[in-house]
């Protein structure tokens, strides 16, 4: 039975959450918003308004859709809220334990029909799929970051994934105007996979003293036409992140390439975790970034 999504519960409000629930309501779905707090989902909701607004300026959309767009978004403090979505992604911090516990005060709230999803850029679906009690009606639906903006969507199954779910997962995403590639269920997928090992390793380059992070980035933006240097998206990105993604590939694959480089850990452990933060190998405090090394 493929079940027809027209109401979708985003679990999460930061970054990647408030992303989805942008471009799910600018596609026409009603968007339930949730988070632990209604302090998290307001300053979601603020970012949505902020980035939609740009999007006006630009004349990618007219101020009609936006205020449209909007008005089907709601926030959902409590996660009852969600009992009449037909579709929940859930976008949490990247941690297990914590996407576990999400799950299951999820479950029996969803109509039996309703299907789940996960924004992980790394965790094994099949993994987290066990942990409710519908994993035939579960995959990875992983967005890139910024969600507005880029264009490709990572579709990944579990063992258990169905074809219908898989099927409705598609549509979903064509209706977002998205592009699909379709992932196995290996750490960290395929982007992350060829993605972070080389911020790892540009960060190795820094730690080594090889480079400086100025020129490592310069180095990577001019010869190899990046459109942005390794260490400035590790700041994008969140250092925290990069780390978790790092550790996932390393003890999922157990290859000695994924060590995380002992400065990541460091940064990550000053509480340096990049944009957010307001420092990681950049300092955002001041007019420019200015490099922490």
Not at 122 to 149: C, K, Q, W, Y
Not at 258 to 276: I, N
């Amino acid at each position: 039975m493929v079940v027809e999504i027209k109401k979708v519960g985003v679990i999460g409000a930061g970054q990647m959450g408030s992303g989805i629930a942008h471009v799910c309501a600018l596609a026409g779905f009603d968007v339930a918003l949730s988070d632990l707090s209604m302090e998290k989902i307001e300053s979601g909701l603020a970012s949505i308004n902020g980035n939609m607004a740009r999007q006006v300026q630009k004349e990618q959309i007219s101020e009609e859709v936006r205020t449209s767009a909007l008005d089907r978004i709601t926030p959902a403090v409590d996660l009852d809220l969600l009992a009449d979505v037909d579709l929940v992604i859930e976008s949490a911090v990247e941690n297990e334990q914590v996407k576990r516990k999400i799950f299951s005060q999820l479950c029996p709230i969803l109509k039996p029909e309703a299907m789940l999803a996960t924004n992980t850029s790394s965790i094994s679906i099949t993994r987290l799929a066990a942990s409710t009690d519908r994993p035939e009606r579960f995959i990875g639906i992983h967005f890139m970051n910024p969600v507005p903006l880029m264009e490709l969507v990572e579709l990944v199954r579990g063992i258990a994934t169905e074809d219908e779910t898989f099927d409705a997962a598609k549509t979903f995403v064509d209706r977002l105007g998205k592009q699909i590639a379709v992932a196995e269920d290996f750490p960290a997928f395929m982007v992350n996979r060829i993605l972070l090992p080389m911020i790892n390793e540009a960060i190795y380059t820094l730690y080594e003293g090889v480079g400086s992070v100025e020129s490592i980035d310069k180095a990577m933006k001019l010869g190899a036409n990046h459109p942005m240097g390794p260490l400035q998206l590790a700041d994008f990105i969140g250092l925290d992140t990069c780390l978790s993604i790092m550790q996932v590939l390393y003890e999922g694959l157990a290859d000695s390439k994924y060590r995380p480089c002992p400065l990541l850990v460091k940064y990550v452990e000053a509480g340096w975790l990049g944009r957010k933060t307001q420092r990681g190998f950049y300092d955002y405090r001041g007019e420019t970034p200015v490099p922490t090394r």
